[in-house]
């Protein structure tokens, strides 16, 4: 099973990526940045398993890239705290 089958499987994953990024030091600004590229990749490579997944990649491709950079922001704000929701 791959780890994008799985929404809280993904948000766990991607959660721990930006502890281990925080904890090396690397900028908030940097981690968006990322965040934003692994946007970018899932909304051209890959094929939403769902309709809350075909939702979020319809929302990426109409965003501009202010807004894409914006979501990327709220997406690691999300899993940075998961006791939040």
């Known amino acids: 099973m ?9 948000k766990e994953f991607l959660g721990e990526r930006v502890e281990q990024a925080v904890e090396t030091g690397m ?3 940097k981690i968006s940045s ?5 946007g970018e990749y ?5 094929d939403p398993k769902n309709e809350q997944e075909r939702l979020l990649q319809q929302m ?3 965003a501009s890239d202010e807004d894409k950079h914006a979501m990327a922001r709220v997406m690691v704000n999300l899993v940075a ?3 939040n929701h």
């Open 42 to 46: 899932l909304a051209e490579k890959v």
């Open 60 to 62: 990426w491709n109409v």
């Open 81 to 83: 705290h998961p006791d």
């Open 34 to 38: 990322v965040a934003y590229r692994v």
């Open 2 to 10: 791959s780890v994008l089958s799985n929404f809280d499987q993904w």
């Open 27 to 29: 900028s908030n600004e």
